[in-house]
């Protein structure tokens, strides 16, 4: 968890608390040591969150202290709800869960109005899309992607057949029939698209791959655009 969201999340949950917070129950929660939490409470104390306590007694928040009120506008809300429920159709559950927290932290802060038109807002989306991976995680595959790290792959192919290969991971693109992984392959020696069910198993080597800053994700955009990204 990045210090900034770990900062909001204190600040939420004292907010919410109707009596004392220990740095231990905090420390808990956000999975992090006891001394960190310490840290983090002076640094928001310095910054003039209004936060009394004290080490071995607990913290709260000051009554009447509010984070200030994000600036959406009606569309903005409603482009918000869409896009959060838009990744119930992508078959990753880390993203959907990463937008189900997305959404909670903005309908803390959204003025009164507002938080009724995120929870309400007169939209639909339907369920229907790409199917989930049983076997991999696509969260492993994004970092590895962050990391440019390489992956071993076992794949199988629409007929049945089973393929083992070094890839290297550039993007993940979800499309409503299936989400593919796209990569340069070492075995094919060129860029290739995999979908993301058909992975049966995976690997995140310690090895990274040249990402040329940018080079790799440029030329296979460029391949995609022009609709010559083959699909193993």
């Known amino acids: 968890m990045r210090r900034s969201d770990r900062l909001f999340d204190i600040i939420q949950r004292l907010r919410t608390a109707r009596r004392p917070v220990t740095a231990a129950a905090l420390a808990e929660d956000l999975e992090v040591a006891v001394r960190t939490v310490y840290r983090d409470i002076a640094t928001l104390q310095a910054r003039q969150v209004p936060i009394e306590g004290a080490a071995g007694i607990g913290y709260m928040l000051r009554r009447g202290f509010d984070l200030p009120p994000l600036m959406f506008t009606v569309e903005e809300v409603e482009a918000i709800a869409v896009g959060a429920r ?10 959907q869960d990463a937008a189900e927290s997305v ?9 009164e109005g507002l938080r009724a038109q995120l929870a309400s807002a007169p939209i639909f989306v339907s369920g229907s899309g790409a199917p989930v991976p049983e076997r991999i995680d696509l969260s492993a595959i994004r970092q ?9 792959i076992a794949y199988e192919d629409e007929r ?3 393929s083992e290969r070094t890839i290297w991971p550039i993007a ?8 593919l992984i796209g990569a340069w392959c ?13 992975i049966v198993a995976l690997t995140v ?8 800053n940018g080079r790799l994700m440029a030329e296979w955009l460029a391949l995609r655009q022009n609709g010559r990204g083959a699909r193993e």
């Open 103 to 111: 959404l909670s932290k903005v309908t803390v802060v959204l003025p």
């Open 86 to 95: 838009l990744l119930t159709r992508t078959g990753d559950l880390g993203l």
């Open 186 to 198: 070492e075995l094919r020696r060129n860029y290739r698209h995999f979908r993301a069910d058909r």
């Open 160 to 162: 049945g057949a089973r």
């Open 144 to 152: 590895a992607i962050r990391d440019e790290r390489k992956l071993h």
């Open 205 to 212: 080597l310690e090895e990274r791959y040249p990402s040329d």
């Open 172 to 179: 993940v693109a979800y499309y409503v029939q299936a989400t």
